[in-house]
């Protein structure tokens, strides 16, 4: 062979590091399972969180403009055709 293993030793060491690499990726793998329950909860918090400022955000903009609605309104006297106004005199006198 025309190459030395002091030529060689950098190439070594990386496949030797590079098999390391992928031979503890699998390993954590097969041991540490992910929890696909806490991952769900966690994204349907988040969900319901994001959802919750949404409607809330919504809420207070109709709540905004019913606001402005009535108060733009003039308020109206209530009246009531039901008695004549002589009699509405008398009942407001006593």
Do not use: C
């Amino acid at each position: 062979l025309p190459y030395t293993y002091s030529d060689l030793q950098p190439l070594l060491l990386s496949l030797f590091w590079y098999a390391m690499i992928v031979t503890f990726h699998f390993a954590l793998k097969k041991t540490v399972h992910i929890n696909h329950y806490e991952e769900q909860v966690r994204k349907n918090l988040h969900e319901a969180r994001y959802q919750m400022a949404v409607d809330t955000l919504v809420h207070q903009q109709k709540e905004r403009r019913r606001k402005q609605y009535y108060t733009k309104q003039a308020a109206e006297v209530p009246s009531i055709d039901a008695y004549d106004e002589q009699w509405v005199g008398l009942f407001d006198q006593r």
